[in-house]
Nanobody
Framework: QGRPVESGGGSVQAGGSLRLPCVLPVYTDSTHCMGWFRQPPGKEREGVAMIDTDGSMTYAESAKGRFTISKDSTKNSLHLQMNNLSPEDTAMYYC????????????????????WGQGTQVTVSA
C-alpha cells in the first residue's frame, strides 16, 4: 500500500459531526509528521490539522475548537474528529505524511507529499 486510504465522509446537516479515519502507507513511522487537508470545490488544497513528530498538534483557524486530530501508531492510522460542522467545511478531505518535518507547516507537506489518496467527500448542508 503506497497511498493513504481515507474514509468516513458523508452528507450531514450543519451542526453535525463526522469522524474521518485514514490508513497511512506502511512506510510511515515516528519520523513523519502527519496531517489532514481539504480541497473545497473550485479552491486549492489547504491544511486543516497536523501532528508533528513530537506529538504536538496544530489546527487551522477554521478548525480550532471543532476538529481534533489523533493518531494510532500501532495501526498506522490517523483520525479527524469533526464537530459542529458548517457548510464551509464542505470539501474533499485527504491525509498525508512526510518525514523529517519537525516544526514545519502545512505547505511543507503540500510541497513534498506526492502520493495523495482518493480522499473522502464531506458535504454539509445548511
Amino acid at each position: 500500500q503506497g497511498r493513504p486510504v481515507e474514509s468516513g465522509g458523508g452528507s450531514v446537516q450543519a451542526g453535525g459531526s463526522l469522524r474521518l479515519p485514514c490508513v497511512l502507507p506502511v512506510y510511515t513511522d515516528s519520523t513523519h509528521c502527519m496531517g489532514w487537508f481539504r480541497q473545497p470545490p473550485g479552491k486549492e488544497r489547504e491544511g486543516v490539522a497536523m501532528i508533528d513528530t513530537d506529538g504536538s498538534m496544530t489546527y487551522a483557524e477554521s478548525a480550532k475548537g471543532r476538529f481534533t486530530i489523533s493518531k494510532d501508531s500501532t495501526k498506522n492510522s490517523l483520525h479527524l474528529q469533526m464537530n459542529n460542522l458548517s457548510p464551509e467545511d464542505t470539501a474533499m478531505y485527504y491525509c498525508a505524511a512526510v518525514p523529517n518535518c519537525y516544526q514545519q507547516n502545512y505547505q511543507f507537506i503540500l510541497d513534498r507529499f506526492l502520493s495523495w489518496g482518493q480522499g473522502t467527500q464531506v458535504t454539509v448542508s445548511a
